[in-house]
């Protein structure tokens, strides 16, 4: 029986490669030169470090910036709060999301069950297993969720026929 699964799995190699090349441009900046700016990838966390919130914003800017010419969505990361440090330094943490929580897998298992389609979806760990009879219901089950899920960019793999 044909089936796919659904996942949000960004590419943590480009992740490493745009955090790497935005903490050589805040290196070799102007205007954060003498300033405590600096961006670091421990695991699944980036950690933004400045001196004021608005050193952050810049820094955050960068980040995209590379990210976006790296092709990886900027929706896989989850911006956390602003956290004071000792003197005037401020840093924040963004999660870089992998695999679908269990709310968002419940609502395009039911997204796909209210479409009438043929097919069967199941939750199955961090990812939405789904299964039909024809290659043309797996199409269209792929063209719904791309439409309809926006919030969180899903990829598909492991398509077997």
Do not use: H, W
Request: charged share 35%.
């Amino acid at each position: 029986m044909p089936s796919f699964d659904t996942v949000c799995e960004p590419n943590l190699v480009e992740v490493r490669n745009a955090v790497d090349n935005a903490a050589k441009e805040i290196g070799t900046r102007f205007d954060f030169k003498g300033t405590s700016a600096a961006i670091d990838l421990k695991d699944k966390d980036i950690t933004l470090l400045g001196d004021a919130e608005f050193q952050l914003q810049q820094v955050e800017d960068i980040l995209r910036n590379k990210l976006t010419k790296r092709n990886v969505d900027v929706r896989y990361l989850d911006k956390g709060d602003v956290q004071k440090m000792g003197g005037d330094k401020v840093k924040q943490v963004i999660k870089v999301r992998n695999g679908i929580e269990t709310e968002q897998a419940k609502k395009i298992t039911r997204l796909i069950k209210d479409s009438k389609l043929k097919v069967q979806a199941a939750i199955q760990g961090d990812a939405v297993r789904v299964s039909g009879a024809k290659r043309d219901d797996l199409q269209a089950a792929m063209a719904l969720i791309k439409k309809d899920v926006t919030d969180v960019p899903m990829t598909f793999n492991n398509f077997r026929d």
